[in-house]
């Protein structure tokens, strides 16, 4: 009887692990702040340890995925300015070898309101160079950064999102303003997303979500804090628009104290009207990507988990736990969603072989395979308790 709860325990730990097996880790040396995939499926890590004074270099790193031998392979590296900051958004061109960055300037030129913030680079097997910069923050305070980048998915526009409450919308290649900079004073700008036709941005700070007509800048929407518990209102993290059969969606991350659950709100983008609220994960979320066809959301916790969910349902499909050992601060799913890489400060970057199919009622097995473990328990306890 002790031979067969032994060997039930050991089918339940494997069946556990089934859907977290196919990762691995890498360690690059630097934080991590930001991760992305390029069309051909190389992997972009950048990171470092800021201006000047921490000793750790700033870096862009281009690597090779070897999916059979699970590590990634070197390809090109770009060292950075040591009085510059480190590179803390990414965006890869939809279409091209181009990539744009939020990267400040040395802080005596930040102070002199010289902030080079918004950087593009082009990049091969051989080599990355920068190609132009553009400074769109109003703040000289060096403390003030550029936290999210986004082209739109024809790749014709180019957004930014800083600290100071500042979201500017540039065309691609000139980096000329398309719209007047908007200013939210008092917001730090957490994330923003084009809609799949480029018509609209959503950009959230803790306090408020936004809709903006990309064309005029124009804000059409304004929506608060939702409270969730009846009791306080939560705050936004993240926004992702749907992308395919699921465009019509509007993605939020909205996070509570440590003792709240972080909810996904989806939201109509016709009435922008909430339609659906879920918990994903015991821990507030830090970071959330959609996968290029808009079925997968993945999003990375507090709790060192990253999750993947279906976009329809937001049901867990996979989850990988101690992803990290310290907070995720990006991840990016490539072109066919068959990889998805988080990095984080803990100087790694986890990459994720994502299958083709998930099992269904993945929860539902977990349950009753439990019971059945416990049943067996309590019979090898009726068992010994017998024989003595």
């Not at 929407?221 to 705050?235: C, D, M």
Request: with cysteine.
């Amino acid at each position: 009887m002790l031979q067969l709860l032994l060997a039930f325990a050991v089918s339940l730990h494997s069946y556990t692990l089934h859907n977290t097996m196919a990762t691995f880790s890498y360690s690059v040396g630097i934080p991590i702040f930001c991760v992305g995939f390029t069309n051909d499926d190389n992997l972009i890590l950048a990171g470092g340890g800021g201006a000047g004074r921490s000793g750790v270099q700033n870096k862009i790193n281009i690597y090779r995925v070897d999916r059979t031998n699970r590590t990634l392979l070197p390809l090109v590296e770009k060292q950075l300015n040591r009085e510059e900051d480190a590179p803390m958004s990414l965006s890869v061109h939809p279409k091209e070898s181009t990539m744009a960055f939020g990267i400040n300037s040395a802080i005596n030129k930040i102070e002199a309101g010289e902030n080079e913030n918004c950087r593009i680079f082009q990049f091969s097997d051989e080599r990355i160079e920068p190609v132009h910069n553009k400074g769109t923050l109003a703040s000289k305070n060096p403390d003030d950064y550029q936290r999210v980048t986004r082209f739109s998915m024809d790749g014709t526009k180019l957004a930014t999102g800083g600290t100071d409450g500042v979201l500017a919308l540039l065309k691609y290649p000139t980096l000329t303003p398309v719209m007047p900079v908007t200013q939210f004073k008092g917001h730090d700008i957490l994330d923003l997303d084009f809609s799949e036709n480029g018509s609209h941005i959503a950009a959230v700070s803790a306090q408020n979500l936004w809709i903006i007509a990309a064309g005029t800048g124009r804000v059409l929407e304004v929506i608060t804090n939702p409270v969730l518990n009846k009791k306080k209102p939560f705050e936004f993290r993240t926004c992702r628009f749907g992308r395919g059969a699921f465009a019509n969606i509007l993605y939020t991350v909205v996070n509570g104290d440590k003792s709240q659950k972080p909810f996904v709100c989806m939201w109509s983008t016709t009435t922008w009207t909430r339609v659906r609220t879920l918990a994903v994960g015991p821990r507030p979320i830090t970071a959330c990507t959609i996968s290029s066809d808009g079925k997968l959301i993945a999003f990375g916790s507090s709790d060192m988990y990253v999750r993947i969910c279906s976009s329809k349902t937001l049901q867990v499909l996979m989850a990988v736990p101690r992803a990290h050992v310290l907070p995720i601060t990006s991840l990016a799913f490539n072109k066919d969603a068959s990889l998805l890489a988080s990095g984080s400060v803990d100087a790694t970057c986890h990459v994720i072989l994502v299958p083709k199919t998930f099992p269904k009622n993945n929860s539902f097995v977990m349950l009753v395979l439990a019971l059945l473990f416990l049943f067996l328990a309590a019979l090898v306890q009726i068992y010994q308790t017998y024989e003595l």
